[in-house]
């Protein structure tokens, strides 16, 4: 268990809607990293924040926002969602801002119908 | 200069035997090399990582190999085991900038 928890595991929606995953991070990480896992593809880096702020962006959408919250855990909003939205995405978190492992969740699959 | 390339895309190997992955990377500045396993389903979970001021590091089975001139880390599974099946990635690291090989899906053939 990496202490990194995403919900909901699962989430199917339907084509135009918006959908919200949240991440808690490990306790005492302050460095959120979001990623976006296709069917058999790498890791593809959305977002990273930092102690609630916005340090590094990624290939994110316009249509994707995030933000990290004062108790430190984080939300991906996904809106006007297309089908090729469809993936897992995961959350890591991390003690520091380098030099340091990220910690993964088990991640959100969603699915785009 | 971003780029992390890892080889091969996938490997089959039989029980018993050694498994290898490479990894090459441009960018003089990264200075963290972690590689993660991710089984199906499941987040990536880290396996070893190593600092470029030294050249190997071993845990149980699993070795980092680094050559630091030639910007280059491998991963060696020894005594591979059917467990072991999985996707693995290297990643490269330098401040909050963290950055994955493709992947290489691993079998070990009981």
């Known amino acids: 268990d990496s202490g990194v928890t995403q919900t909901p595991k699962h989430l199917i929606t339907a084509t135009g809607q918006r959908v919200t995953l949240r991440c808690s991070p490990r306790s005492g990480d302050l460095s959120v990293y979001w990623y976006q896992q296709s069917l058999d593809q790498g890791l593809q880096f959305l977002i990273q924040?930092?102690?609630?702020?916005?340090?590094a962006k990624g290939n994110i959408l316009e249509r994707f926002s995030a933000q990290q919250f004062p108790d430190l855990h984080s939300e991906l909003n996904l809106s006007s969602l297309e089908l090729g939205d469809s993936a897992l995405y995961f959350c890591?978190?991390?003690?520091?801002?380098?030099?340091?492992?990220?910690?993964f969740g088990n991640g959100t699959r969603l699915t785009v119908t | 200069q971003q780029q992390v390339k890892q080889s091969p895309q996938s490997l089959i190997v039989q029980k018993g035997g050694i498994s290898i992955i490479n990894c090459a990377y441009e960018n003089t500045a990264f200075d963290y090399f972690p590689w993660y396993q991710q089984f199906p389903g499941k987040g990536p979970a880290l396996l070893i990582a190593?600092?470029?001021?030294?050249s190997e590091k071993k845990e149980g089975r699993f070795t980092i190999s680094f050559n630091k001139s030639a910007k280059q880390f491998s991963l060696h599974i020894m005594d591979s085991q059917p467990g072991d099946s999985a996707t693995y990635f290297c990643a490269a690291n330098y401040g909050q900038n963290f950055v994955f090989g493709p992947g290489t899906r691993l079998s070990v053939l009981p």
């Open positions: 190593i600092r470029p001021d030294v």
């Open positions: 924040y930092y102690n609630g702020e916005e340090r």
């Open positions: 890591a978190s991390s003690v520091a801002q380098g030099g340091s492992p990220l910690h």
